[in-house]
């Protein structure tokens, strides 16, 4: 309860939320809100090509005549999807391999150090687009791209977290009255480490559509005739000259989305810092 | 620990790293793709030229022998030749890297001058207009796409301000110019060129910027967070109390500050790098982002192993040569 008392008294944590609620929703009903969904897909209408923010077209339309707003909308649900399923696949993965590595210590433990090292030598698009390239282009390959790409950052923080409660009290006592080690992970490690790990998540979901974007825009990531706002960006940006809302409008959702995200992150990393904890409890 | 062991205790794992990289690359362009050599010539390809692109780069052979084959040549500094070119790639590399670090290091200037400018008036400022802006803006700055943000300052300044700043390219191409080192700034000073130059620095202006806005956020974050907390010091508090001028004081303050952002630096250079994909594709600037970019959309896999670990050597020691700034920048540090 106090922790959401002061979730809500964040107030740029608040606007965050309020936002990822609304983009959420907008993902979820896109379907039906869109003022032309069937130009979610392949359609023509070249009677209406490259028209202007009008009353009929809020953000203008493509060099196929299809409604932006509506395009841009429906590719919220692609963008979000590919977002939260590979940092769900990243965070799930790294954590096990983060929690294996700082509980068992060892060889294993610097063997998946390093591996998690060599991922993170590269910048991540580079990586990504290594990856995207050898799976060829795609949504399932992105999400897998996009997975690989964040994978080590999550699996480098569990371990650090699993190496500062290893030594506690309570999971030394676990162990010496012959608790597994199954069990002292499951009863006392991973409670007492998920929280950052949920936090780190947040954010990254925010820079995993950042990256699938920049993988679409570059042309290995989704194909057309998709939505994607990255995609989106690439095919305004031949058309910059003469439409200006073509790519302006797709890249704007895609600021306002990892703001959102970044937001909410940050108002999680705030209220729940141990530091920031121990200070409230202080002043109560 | 002496800053020679800590040295050489870095560079001895680099080639580890490096090792594995190439086995990481390896596997994803040699043994991930059903068939390496049809995807590698492209869809539509006659099987003899498959075959040919199979046996020019050893596709043919069990994959042990293409590790090794492959590892040797790559320990000589030969890639192979580049699909989509048709060069050497240690050619191509050789061609493209003076744009990529000029650029780079021209974004790097530009967001450690101007973010720590920020940093500083927003510090000094502190609660009023211009702080709650820029702190505004610091919402924004991680979380806009370096490829938009490029097509937008092009919508801006180069259309819709008919030709304020030019659009793309590295020089406007009717000035007579030849390149010496292929540093085009470099080498318009060196040889007196000033149409050269000029022209060179007002291309290099909107790519930079929009390749070091994510830095130039940080660097602003950070010099106004450490400034406001350096003033609060002990020192500080005496030097305003025997009357220093406040400019004074606050430039002493600030030198303070300077450790992080400097070691933040290096850090942010690797970061930079990945960032040129999509600057330099927006803004047709010939450097090995573009050159990855195309590598990528025609699956050269022989320019994307390179890259790779170019990108990857780069990085690494930029990070090491920002851990060292520490031993030699912070005098605490040393003592210990």
């Known amino acids: 309860m106090r922790i959401l008392r002061l979730l809500v008294q964040n107030k740029l944590g608040m606007i965050g939320a309020v936002m990822l609620v609304l983009i959420a929703l907008v993902a979820l009903l896109a379907p039906w809100i869109a003022p032309y969904p069937e130009d979610g897909r392949r359609a023509v209408h070249l009677e209406r090509m490259l028209r202007s923010p009008t009353a009929k077209h809020w953000l203008g339309t493509d060099d196929m005549g299809r409604d932006l707003l509506s395009r841009i909308l429906l590719g919220a649900r692609l963008s979000l999807m590919i977002g939260v399923v590979s940092i769900g696949f990243s965070a799930t993965f790294g954590t096990i391999l983060g929690l294996v590595a700082g509980y068992v210590g060892g060889w294993l433990d ?129 058309f910059m000259l003469i439409a200006w809302w073509y790519a302006t409008f797709p890249g704007l959702a895609i600021v306002i989305t990892v703001v959102a995200f970044n937001l909410v992150g940050d108002a999680l990393r705030d209220v729940l810092d141990p530091r920031l904890k121990g200070l409230l409890r202080k002043g109560e | 620990m002496s800053i020679w062991v800590y040295l050489l205790r870095r560079l001895s794992i680099l080639p580890a790293i490096l090792l594995g990289l190439y086995t990481i690359i390896f596997f994803l362009s040699h043994v991930v793709p059903a068939d390496p050599a049809r995807v590698m010539a492209g869809e539509g390809a006659s099987e003899e030229i498959v075959q040919r692109i199979a046996a020019e780069y050893d596709l043919d052979k069990p994959l042990v022998v293409q590790y090794f084959l492959n590892l040797g040549r790559v320990l000589k500094g030969d890639f192979g030749k580049s699909i989509h070119t048709w060069r050497p790639v240690s050619q191509d590399l050789r061609q493209f890297f003076p744009a990529t670090v000029e650029l780079a290091l021209v974004s790097m200037v530009l967001a450690v001058l101007l973010g720590c400018l920020l940093g500083i008036v927003s510090a000094v400022y502190r609660g009023k207009l211009f702080d709650i802006v820029a702190s505004g803006f610091s919402i924004f700055w991680l979380a806009i796409p ?98 220093h001028k406040e400019r004074s004081v606050i430039w002493h303050a600030f030198r303070n500050v300077l450790i992080p952002i400097v070691t933040i630096m290096g850090m ?69």
């Not at chain 2, 990945?274 to 195309?294: H, K, N, R, S």
């Open chain 2, 146 to 243: 370096r490829f938009w943000l490029g097509i937008i300052l092009q919508i801006g300044l180069c259309l819709a301000a008919h030709g304020l700043m030019p659009q793309g390219g590295r020089i406007n191409s009717l000035i007579g110019f030849r390149p010496i080192t292929g540093f085009y700034i470099l080498d318009s000073l060196i040889v007196g060129n000033w149409p050269a130059l000029g022209s060179s620095l007002r291309h290099i202006v909107l790519p930079a910027f929009t390749l070091g806005i994510t830095s130039l956020g940080l660097f602003s974050r950070l010099t106004r967070t450490s400034l406001l907390n350096t003033l609060q010091d002990d020192y500080v508090r005496t030097a305003r109390a025997v009357g």
């Open chain 1, 110 to 238: 610097e063997a998946l150090m390093r591996i998690a090292d060599i991922f993170m030598s590269v910048p991540n698009v580079i990586l990504g687009m290594a990856i995207a390239v050898a799976l060829k282009p795609g949504i399932r390959n992105v999400i897998i791209a996009v997975s690989l790409v964040f994978w080590p950052a999550t699996a480098r923080l569990m371990r650090g977290q699993v190496l500062s409660i290893r030594e506690k009290e309570y999971v030394e006592s676990g162990r010496a009255m012959g608790a597994s080690a199954w069990r002292i992970m499951r009863v006392h490690i991973i409670p007492n480490c998920i929280t950052p790990i949920l936090v780190h998540a947040t954010i990254q979901v925010g820079w995993a559509i950042l990256l699938s974007a920049t993988l679409s825009f570059v042309g290995v990531g989704v194909q057309p005739p998709l939505p994607e706002w990255g995609l989106l960006t690439s095919s305004g940006r031949r």
């Open chain 2, 268 to 336: 942010q250079f690797g970061f930079l790098l990945g960032g040129t994909v999509a600057v330099e594709t927006v803004f047709d600037w010939p450097g090995l982002g573009l050159y990855a970019a195309q590598s990528a959309l025609t699956a050269d896999y022989p320019a994307i192993i390179a890259l790779t670990m170019l990108f990857g050597v780069i990085r690494m020691v930029f990070n090491l040569l920002a851990d060292l700034s520490y031993f030699v920048l912070d005098p605490r540090i040393r003592q210990k």
